[in-house]
């Protein structure tokens, strides 16, 4: 399994339109996308395989890049399709029993918010990756607190884990955080809401590779 070090990591949204939603991942794909997450966002009733029938298509466009393909909070999902991990939103009950539960090498991310013990929690469990949420204000981010600079610095004292952020991130502003230390930016509506997601992915990434 391809190890999460960083890079632009795609949200997606799976409440949208499934050939536009596709589409624009295909694009967001070529413009260098490494690692994409499948948001708990599901239209209203969806049904477990319907959801699963969704993953698997995703899963299929992501292989030709050889990019992981992780679940938010829905863990259960793993046993049923090829996903490759899950991003919690807070510490679950029990990882260990997760991990047993679905009986295969998986990634798996937390968002940290402003809670440095969280990042304690992340190192002393070697989870693969750590997010940051929100840097800036966002709609997609909801009810993210927005994180001080100095969280991330502290972070990166704390541990040797890869180290995304997300919210309200844009190509411009992202410049504005060199120095932070930071690995990879997770993005939704900056991808998915533009016309030309290759186009924008291929930004942020520009962004990114200068801080």
């Not at 800036?136 to 704390?158: D, F, M, R």
């Not at 952020?165 to 930071?182: D, K």
Request: charged share 20%; aromatic share 6%.
């Amino acid at each position: 399994m391809k190890k999460i070090d960083g890079g632009l990591y795609l949200v997606l949204d799976p409440s949208k339109e499934k050939t536009m939603l596709l589409n624009q991942l295909s694009a967001a794909l070529n413009g260098g996308v490494k690692v994409l997450q499948i948001w708990n966002n599901w239209r209203r009733g969806m049904l477990q395989d319907d959801k699963v029938l969704l993953i698997n298509e995703i899963i299929k466009l992501a292989k030709h890049f050889s990019v992981p393909v992780l679940i938010n909070e829905e863990w259960e999902l793993l046993k049923h399709t090829e996903l490759n991990g899950v991003h919690f939103d807070s510490v679950p009950t029990s990882l260990d029993q997760i991990k047993r539960d679905v009986g295969r090498d998986i990634s798996i991310g937390i968002t940290c918010g402003n809670n440095i013990e969280l990042v304690k929690w992340a190192d002393d469990h070697k989870v693969d990756y750590i997010s940051f949420c929100s840097i800036y204000p966002s709609k997609s981010a909801g009810s993210c607190v927005i994180v001080s600079p100095v969280t991330i610095q502290k972070a990166n004292e704390l541990t040797n884990i890869p180290i995304f952020i997300s919210g309200g991130i844009t190509p411009e502003n992202l410049l504005q955080l060199e120095g932070l230390g930071v690995d990879g930016v997770a993005v939704i509506s900056g991808i998915l809401e533009s016309k030309t997601p290759k186009k924008s992915s291929l930004a942020y990434i520009q962004s990114l590779n200068k801080i």
